[in-house]
């Protein structure tokens, strides 16, 4: 066999070690897939998960709610939207979105709208580990969290209350078992997470934001948890504080809608420590070419670009 046939056939789907990874983690996903046509090892290497893991993740775009419809901004700002926002295959195949259907008669629905799969999940009723009472969780109290690498497996978490709305365990909804199961919550009864807000799985591990100043955090094995204290530096106390991540660092954002409407980023640059950096400082009404706030609206950033 030549020496040329060899290295064709050298497996490269496994993940490179080295140097070789380092480059490909500072290399957007959709870059990396433009090398799939070279040779069939290219074609194995950027189809591995693991590759797809440690590459930026590039944002295409973002959904948000418009007078009580869903409606999807395309961010290339070229041709028609990758996904169609009114989730027509859901509305079509699934009865909970008929005209006639109560609120309250059916469960949650996990769906991809890249790919129009969807996934009905079955009530989240769990057993109260102490007392043999039934536990239950606040429509408004689900976070669904999943890899942005392997959108494929995901997990549903929903804080269970008890009789005395003391949160003592966490329904864990998975893909892969497509049941619930339960874990002791560590984080204590008095923790109150941030109904719809953002999660953060970063390593292997869950971020959630807390209603008093914190991240929670949680390992997919559910036996590490952990609280991580916000910026103390932060200007204001009555406006929320937002997470989000970036080539592997965790982020967190305020503005101060109360008196300058200033952006503040700061980065958890010691992940052991919890010590926090201020990296950006940004006047919003200057960002967008604005004088002043108009009838007292307030500024919301959502969400932190992937890529950045």
């Not at 859901?90 to 609120?103: D, K, N, R, V, W």
């Not at 049941?179 to 971020?207: A, P």
């Not at 660092?249 to 201020?278: F, M, P, R």
């Amino acid at each position: 066999m030549r020496k040329d046939d060899e290295q064709e056939q050298q497996p490269l789907g496994s993940l490179p070690e080295g140097p070789l990874a380092e480059i490909l983690s500072r290399v957007p996903y959709r870059s990396l897939c433009r090398f799939k046509c070279v040779s069939k090892p290219w074609l194995a290497l950027c189809s591995d998960p693991e590759i797809r893991k440690l590459s930026p993740q590039t944002l295409s775009g973002f959904f948000y709610q418009d007078g009580g419809r869903f409606k999807f901004h395309n961010l290339s700002g070229r041709g028609a939207p990758p996904v169609d926002p009114s989730l027509p295959f859901l509305i079509g195949s699934y009865e909970c979105f008929s005209p006639g259907a109560e609120e309250d008669d059916f469960d949650y629905v996990v769906c991809n709208p890249a790919t129009e799969e969807w996934t009905e999940l079955p009530p989240v009723i769990v057993p109260d580990r102490e007392g043999g009472h039934v536990l239950y969780s606040g429509t408004t109290d689900v976070f669904l969290c999943f890899d942005l690498a392997v959108p494929t497996h995901f997990v549903v978490l929903a804080p269970m209350r008890n009789c005395f709305c003391e949160f003592s365990e966490l329904a864990i909804y998975s893909s892969e078992t497509g049941g619930w199961t339960s874990v002791q919550s560590e984080w204590g009864y008095k923790t109150i997470l941030v109904g719809c807000s953002e999660f953060v799985l970063l390593n292997g591990i869950i971020h959630l934001s807390t209603h008093y100043c914190s991240i929670v955090t949680v390992d997919m094995e559910w036996k590490v948890w952990r609280e991580i204290e916000m910026p103390d530096d932060m200007p204001s106390s009555y406006d929320s504080t937002s997470i989000g991540q970036s080539q592997r660092c965790l982020y967190a954002w305020q503005i101060d809608n109360h008196h300058d409407c200033k952006l503040y980023v700061w980065a958890l640059e010691d992940y052991a420590s919890g010590k926090w950096t201020l990296k950006h400082t940004i006047n919003v009404l200057e960002l967008f070419g604005r004088p002043s706030r108009k009838d007292d609206k307030s500024y919301t950033m959502f969400a932190i670009h992937p890529d950045y």
